[in-house]
């Protein structure tokens, strides 16, 4: 329950603040696109996947990583991009990217990756377009018809994800705290951790050139994870909680690495305010 309120509410938030005439304009930037493209399909899974293979990470907590790496754009996102002083109209379109490459790339990914979830992939598509798709979709609608009713449906639905978010980061503490791992194994906090940094700067690097808010949508995007979606084929299957508590990681995390990288993506910014 804490999921969907989490993913529902926060999706919801983010369509009603959404201008869908500025989330649109972007996607005419091609080398915007074509970087988006690359490292949410690209760089994104094919590191979570040479991590699996580098950290003597348990399987069942090596699933969870492939899946996270699947899921790119926390609900949180446009968050940090504010505190880094980034283009939100450039978020908006990095998040319908995302959203509409998940549908798309993990129902068919799901099974490459992980063999062991033997699902169709309608049966991973579904919850995909009810949790992420439809909540962002109906925001942005509610506020291209009614913008004044979409302020005013966005103040309480920010209440609610709230509630949502604080709720999932207790559950969160709570099954962690359940989960251990032997000597020999990594940790899956330590594999999140060099997930969430490898990404971070990745998506840094390859956006040498670009204005600097534009660059720090291209990085803290990937630094996001989703968590609805990267849970999403867990839901039609019976997990192993070890895969559970290794997808939850990744909300606060993420979170953490995230809000460090945004201050200091956002010191010239001010700087060139002042």
């Known amino acids: 329950m804490s999921v969907i309120g989490f993913m529902a509410?926060?999706?919801?938030?983010?369509?009603?603040e959404t201008n869908l005439r500025a989330a649109f304009a972007p996607l005419t930037d091609k080398r915007f696109v074509a970087m988006t493209l690359l490292i949410d399909w690209l760089l994104c899974p094919a590191f979570a996947w040479l991590l699996t293979r580098l950290l003597p990470v348990h399987?069942?907590?090596?699933?969870?990583?492939?899946?996270i790496g699947l899921a790119p754009a926390a609900p949180f996102l446009p968050m940090m991009v504010r505190r880094a002083g980034g283009d939100l109209a450039y978020t908006a379109a990095f998040m319908l990217l995302a959203a509409v490459g998940t549908v798309l790339v993990?129902?068919?990914a799901v099974p490459f990756f992980l063999p062991g979830l033997s699902v169709d992939p309608w049966t991973v598509a579904k919850p995909l377009?009810?949790?992420?798709f439809?909540?962002?979709?109906?925001?942005?609608a509610v506020q291209a018809c009614a913008p004044a009713a979409a302020?005013?449906?966005?103040?309480?639905?920010?209440?609610?994800?709230?509630?949502?978010?604080?709720?999932?980061?207790a559950a969160i503490g709570v099954r962690y705290s359940t989960a251990s791992s032997p000597p020999s194994e990594a940790s899956p906090s330590a594999a999140?951790?060099?997930y969430a940094i490898g990404l971070v700067v990745g998506g840094y690097a390859l956006g040498a050139g670009m204005p600097a808010s534009q660059r720090a949508v291209l990085s803290l995007g990937p630094g996001t994870r989703n968590l609805g979606a990267a849970l999403a084929p867990l839901l039609v299957t019976p997990p192993d909680p070890r895969t559970m508590v290794m997808v939850a990681l990744a909300v606060p995390i993420t979170l953490g690495i995230t809000f460090l990288a945004a201050a200091r993506l956002g010191r010239p910014a001010v700087g060139r305010q002042e």
């Open 9 to 16: 509410g926060n999706l919801l938030a983010i369509g009603l």
């Open 59 to 67: 399987p069942a907590y090596a699933a969870g990583l492939l899946l």
């Open 106 to 108: 993990m129902p068919l």
């Open 129 to 132: 377009i009810v949790l992420l």
């Open 134 to 140: 439809l909540p962002m979709a109906a925001g942005m």
């Open 151 to 169: 302020g005013r449906l966005l103040r309480i639905v920010r209440r609610v994800a709230d509630m949502s978010t604080l709720l999932l980061l």
């Open 192 to 194: 999140q951790l060099f």
